[in-house]
């Protein structure tokens, strides 16, 4: 990821490439350029245009010395009479086409694309000096005459004056920036701020400097605190803002410079020993640039380069690449530095150029890992966060969490902890101050946790990426079983996270965080090494991890498996530490059903009698298993469980087990024994109900002499022996309601008409299950001269139940006829019905009767004629004297010799008479 090719020093920012000038030469007074025209004003008042065609691959061939760039004369103008003056002064415009000379005092206008002349400014005349609004888009020009700056402003057509200020002594510097103009007097050798708006001259409080040394001012731009200036008093340079105040470090020139001029961030200046550059943001002196003539007394900024001019030498001063020059001072340590120059870049014109973003990336990626090896930790994962540097290359630096595979070796972290303490405990400290003591413990501590947040803020910048992914993961876990022991689990089942086999087995052995360790096997699909430590964990073999539970993820383990040899080995240490935890293992959902072998598992659970009836409850209830062996054996084992609980049961016990069972009592039982029957009287109550599969005769055996009535009424039912079953619910349990309720779940209602009250009945008329109910309540009475009300409830409720004659016979003749009022009116009723309706039914089916005697004799009435051509209606054969039969729509067939064939169905058309049977014969003749 670090750039090993070797990189250019400070001096060699700029690369100087000389220019020849093509079929004539000229006396270079005034230089300015754009990004593809270089404008030359001459020392005999002349302006020449030049074509400076220079694009990307030419600009890497100049660099490297293997061609020369093409400088083509385009247009030329001559400024003013035929005097000569030199022209002191061009200034670019390039936001509105416009070019501006200085010559002879006077100020003049051209189109900078073919040097026509524009409409003058009109300013008066013996300008010394013009400086334009270097603010991109500005529209504001000043001028100096004598001790007045006069400024204009551009509307479109014309320039109109704005303002006209007075200094305090004659300048011979100016340089306009956004509402400043800095100055600098000619005899006091001091400099001034402008304020353009409120025509004020701030005088900035500077020492004098010689009178040899001339004044020198260029504007650097929009910085941190609003418009700066670079002022030059003597050999040191200083940035100041409006206020006058001085805003970045001092710039030793090694002279005076006679020119300055700014790209950010570099600062240009010709001296005495030759064009020096300094960067706005370092600390360095300035370094002369190797291989610049050291004739060139002047400098002209354009866009894209600079150009040092004097009379017939021209050189151009190619800036370094930007992405060369962040880089340089990363390389030289200051990555700081780097970062503020990447700032500066964003918000030029560079910042729109294709490939900008991914340059930025890598250079923050650069600084981020120099900042890293300089220990500055939370800069470098700031800017690790905005680049894309892979996680390895950090990683690397922490030998404890490194992965050999990766095939990387940095120098570890610890050291560059402990050569930054050095380093730092060498500064003396600020007078007044104390310098604090640095811990090696918590700076590592504080990387750790700055390490973990960057790791986690990449997961979804890499999540496309497996082996970045994998590489982010397997740090992380080796973190959190550091930082955050609760996080390893989560983590290790999250489904997204990828841990290669083998890539953290070492580091947790080493650590002997053996919890995590087990987690890394199960992922690794080793169970069996995982169950093993666990076993290890919860008998104090080695020692427990904080925060996972080994008895509760080995039940889980075995919970999943289907090997019972391994649950047989490993369930053993589970059972002493956690009796639910092994239940988990044969009861849960997390296993498919029918997945483990029932019959093993019951073999083995025959040891645990309480868990062996459960389990087969799970596999009756649950996997609703249909093999009928186990719900027998279920039935077995809960009366095995049951019999002696009920036998040894205290008095009452029983009574209130049932109430409870009935929903006629709150379950307030002791836990023991009363909770025990209750538990499997549930249990075997369900088991009956709703299973097929057992023996209701073999169960009702076992418990014929027990007090389990539920149990009874269920199998009696099953076996349909009603009568006992209404016997219980009406004798032993008392319950009339139960009884009238079981014998409607019977079917005393038919099933599509309940809803409308309607009975079920038999032939004679009667309810059989009703009157099976009336004959229970009945003999449990005692007094067999009186009638007990839940008979005379039942009869007069379903009156339309039962036969008339049959209850009557079974009533005491001492009834009182009011009890029963309801029923007899309703007997009457019906019988009177049916005796009218079976009256009318008779008449019916005689008239019916009669109907088809006469239709009868009238089909014997018919006659049939054979004659000698009489054929049959199939075979169209003569029928002789062979037998014959006649169909009743008038079909004659001669008999089959074998006398086989369908009375019913007639063999021409295939109608069949018991289907469609002809009612009239006339009206069928007179149809054919």
Known sequence: FVCKTHMAAPKDAFTPIRVPFRDTEYEISSLTSSDDKVYMGTSDNRIVMYNWALDENDRQRLTLGQSQPTFIPEFEVQVGGKQKAPVTKLELWADHSMLFSLCGGEVRVWSSKDLTPKPHIGCPDKVKLMAIDTLPKSTKIAVNVEKKIFVYNYTGQAFQLMKTIELPDVIVRMSYLSNQIAVSFRNTRKYGLVDV???????????????????CIAATGIGDTGEEFLICQEHKGLTIEKSGAQTRQKINFSSVPMQMTVMRPYILAVTQNGVEVANMFSRDKPTRVDRAPSGLHKLSQGTKWIFGFHEQLLVCLLPLPWPDQVRQLIQLEKPADAMKLIQVFMTGNVAKTEGFKGH??????????????????????????LSDIPPRE?????????????????????????????????????????KPVLDATVIYNNLLNLMRDWLEFSLAKYSKSPEIKADIDVTLIKLYAELAPEKVIPYLKDPKT???????????????KWGPLALIYISDGKVRDALDLFRKMATGQIPSTEGIDSVGLAAGLLAESLDLALIREFSTFILKANNQAFRSIFINDVRPHHALNHDHALQFLKSFPALEREYLDFIVSVCKAQDPKYHIMLANLLLQHLLPLVNNAAPGLMKQVELILQGAAPNDLPPQQGGAILRTRQNLLRLLKNSPHYNPQHVLAQIENVPLNEEKIILYHRLEMHEKALTIIAHELNDAQRAEDYCLQLGALEADERDKGHLFKDHT??????????????SAHKDKNTVPNSVI?????????????????????????????????????DTAHRMHHAQVVKSLETAQHLKLQTEKMKLEEQKVFITNTTTCNVTNQ???????????????????????????????????????????????????
């Open 878 to 928: 003569a029928i002789g004297d062979k037998p014959f039969v006649r169909y009743p729509n008038g079909v004659i067939i001669a008999l089959p010799p074998d006398g086989n064939f369908d009375k019913h169905v007639c063999p021409l058309t295939g109608r069949d008479f018991r289907k469609h049977p002809y009612t009239d014969v006339l009206e069928e003749k007179m149809n054919k």
């Open 394 to 434: 950090v990683v690397a630096h922490f030998p404890e969490f490194n992965v050999a595979s990766w095939g990387l070796q940095r120098k570890p972290v610890q050291q560059l902890i402990e050569e930054y303490i050095v380093a730092q405990n060498a500064v003396p400290p600020a007078p007044g101050q104390v």
């Open 197 to 215: 708006q409120k025509g004020f001259v701030n005088e900035l409080t500077t020492t004098p400097g010689r009178p040899e040394c001339e004044p």
């Open 498 to 512: 990828l841990i290669p086999p083998g890539s953290a087995d070492e580091y947790f052995k080493r650590t002997q």
């Open 360 to 385: 930025v990336k890598a250079l923050q990626g650069e600084a981020g890992y120099k900042f890293f090896e300089q220990a500055e930790f939370d800069n470098a994962f700031r800017y690790f966060k």
């Open 793 to 829: 409830d039942l009869i007069n409720k379903y009156p339309d139940g039962f036969d008339p004659v049959s209850v009557l016979k079974i009533l005491p003749p001492s009834i009182p006829l009011n009890r029963i009022t309801r029923f007899l009116t309703f007997a009457l009723r």
């Open 765 to 778: 008329g009667a309810n059989p299950i009703l009157y099976t109910l009336l004959t229970v309540f009945i």
